[in-house]
């Protein structure tokens, strides 16, 4: 039975500053720049391609400015396209759009929020940018629970439990800011939020730097958990090939806003094709 994607990208590119018209064409691994030496502008990813199948865990992994982040940015909404093409598959877009084959990039801001709040969830590298920080743990799960169009408070309450029993936060910390909690219990908030709604597409960027190793693993124990039980479609963005290794089933491998090389994970880990590929993977043996 063939499989379809539940998530597509088509030529996602974006320029910072203004483009001059030949950015592309002079920047990228074959220049070893992503800043136009015409006009100065920082080509932050251009002609990116790629599918998400059901119940998939894809890596995209880069040195610092490869791109990587950018794109999980811009299938966030957080930042805009220069152009690019971006479809998911999925009945709950149905239910928001009426069909599955409209460009989400091409949707009303307000389309935008109700796929942010019902279809995907992200998980951000630092906890600041996915939680208001002063205000209670519970609460953060529970706007989005609200936005989403739940209002029994009686059930808030209950899911905003369920969660923090999924996420393995301590239930007598329900009211507390995530301000007074550790890194990586900040991050379990941000994760429990991104589950509050059951999107079928995650997004998780550089979910584990700056945490412990024993903080790191507990974080990727709870992310495979979490995966086995809901079968949701993941995204992973890291430097970190260990974490590649542990959670993906194929891998994107940028440099300088271009996909040098992807294939299955462990292809890619064990016989690396592109020369900066190799060099990743070298650094880290």
């Not at 088509?10 to 074959?30: A, D, F, Q, V």
């Not at 100065?40 to 610092?64: K, M, Q, R, T, W």
């Not at 460009?103 to 709040?117: A, D, G, V, Y």
């Not at 997004?203 to 903080?215: K, M, P």
Request: proline share 5%; net charge neutral; aromatic share 6%.
């Amino acid at each position: 039975m063939e499989l379809f994607p539940i998530l597509e990208v088509r030529n996602l590119t974006k320029i910072y500053g203004k483009p001059c018209g030949e950015c592309i064409s002079h920047t990228g691994p074959i220049y070893e720049t992503n800043i136009c030496s015409r006009c100065n502008s920082l080509v932050a990813c251009a002609d990116i391609n790629f599918e998400l199948y059901p119940g998939e865990i894809l890596g995209i992994v880069g040195e610092s400015g490869s791109g990587k982040s950018t794109v999980i940015k811009l299938l966030a909404f957080d930042v805009e396209p220069l152009q690019g093409e971006y479809y998911i598959k999925h009945e709950k877009i149905i239910n928001i759009l009426g069909n599955g084959q409209k460009n989400l990039f091409n949707l009303t801001p307000f389309e935008k929020r109700q796929i942010r709040n019902q279809v995907i969830g992200i998980v951000y590298q630092y906890p600041y940018l996915g939680l208001k920080m002063n205000i209670s743990a519970g609460g953060n799960i529970a706007e989005n629970l609200l936005v989403a169009g739940l209002r029994n408070l009686k059930r808030i309450r209950e899911k905003v439990l369920e969660l923090f029993e999924k996420t393995e936060l301590p239930i007598q910390r329900i009211d507390e800011p995530p301000i007074k909690f550790s890194g990586g219990m900040q991050q379990r908030v941000q994760i429990a939020k991104a589950l509050s709604n059951n999107p079928p597409v995650l997004f998780l960027d550089e979910v584990t730097t700056g945490l412990d190793v024993s903080v790191k693993a507990r974080i990727l124990d709870l992310i495979k958990n979490l995966h086995h039980d809901y079968n949701f479609s993941i995204i992973i963005v890291s430097h970190d090939l260990s974490i590649i290794r542990v959670l993906t089933h194929r891998t994107i491998v940028m440099k300088l806003g271009r996909v040098v090389e992807a294939g299955l994970t462990d292809q890619i880990l064990e016989d690396p094709q592109h020369p900066y590929t190799q060099l990743l993977v070298n650094s880290q043996l």
